[in-house]
């Protein structure tokens, strides 16, 4: 069916920067909105930020001016630039799409395996 696979998570310090990526692989009709959600320990799950097909951005108010997430369609790939990382953003990050499979309508949500980040000293 459809995978997506996550990558580019590890040990940062403070301040420093990673950048994960995730690809979408399988029967894939089209690709509608994508995103990064995250989910600290003991908190519940939370958007960080998606990009639609068109290129259109939207990011929690916690890494604005820090992360930027982009896109290549031709690639079935998101990408999250995250910078000026803080010992706060230190989560386990999952990636989301909105995925129409071949020769189907509907469309459903998929999620990666997640990645984990932690940003210590």
């Known amino acids: 069916q459809v995978q997506l696979v996550e990558s580019g998570g590890g040990l940062v310090q403070p301040g420093g920067s990673l950048r994960l990526s995730c690809v979408a692989s399988?029967?894939?009709?089209?690709?509608?909105?994508m995103g990064w959600y995250r989910q600290a320990p003991g908190k519940q799950r939370e958007l960080v930020a998606d990009?639609?097909?068109?290129?259109?951005?939207n990011y929690a108010d916690s890494v604005k001016g820090r992360f930027t997430i982009s896109r290549d369609n031709a690639k079935n790939t998101v990408y999250l630039q995250m910078n000026s990382l803080k010992p706060e953003d230190t989560a386990v990050f999952y990636c989301?799409?909105?995925?129409?499979?071949?020769?189907?309508?509907?469309?459903?949500?998929?999620w990666g395996q997640g990645t984990q980040v932690t940003v210590s000293s």
């Open positions: 399988g029967s894939i009709g089209s690709i509608n909105g």
């Open positions: 989301n799409a909105r995925i129409r499979v071949k020769y189907r309508n509907n469309v459903n949500d998929y």
């Open positions: 990009i639609t097909s068109g290129g259109g951005t």
